[in-house]
């Protein structure tokens, strides 16, 4: 069955920096744009990054344009959303999907993020 697998989740103390993973099982995430969403308590869920099948192109929301980073690495077939400088407003549960846009999207369990001193 085809599934997003996310992970790298954690609670760190403002300041600190995760790296999140998004792996495909059941198919490949090369053929794919594939976009960071998050969602916070209470709020809707949002899109904060995007990368295009080739990594040439790269979006940003502006509350993480400078902070966080994505990429992805052919081989290990795998997308990283490496984060810095997080702020206690970064806590959500992370998702990742094959598309930069939450609607219509396929979700895995997604993982969790706190910030908090």
């Known amino acids: 069955q085809a599934q997003l697998v996310e992970s790298g989740g954690g609670s760190v103390q403002p300041g600190g920096s995760l790296r999140l993973s998004c792996e495909a099982s059941g198919f490949s995430l090369d053929f794919w744009e594939v976009g960071w969403f998050r969602q916070a308590p209470g709020k809707g869920r949002d899109a904060i990054s995007c990368i295009g099948r080739s990594a040439g192109t790269t979006y940003y929301a502006d509350s993480v344009r400078g902070r966080f980073i994505i990429s992805r690495d052919k081989f290990k077939d795998t997308v990283y959303l490496e984060m810095n400088s997080l702020k206690p407003e970064d806590t959500a549960v992370y998702y990742c999907?094959?598309?930069?846009?939450?609607?219509?999207?396929?979700w895995g369990q997604g993982t969790q993020v706190t910030i908090s001193s």
């Open positions: 999907a094959t598309q930069c846009t939450p609607e219509g999207a396929h």
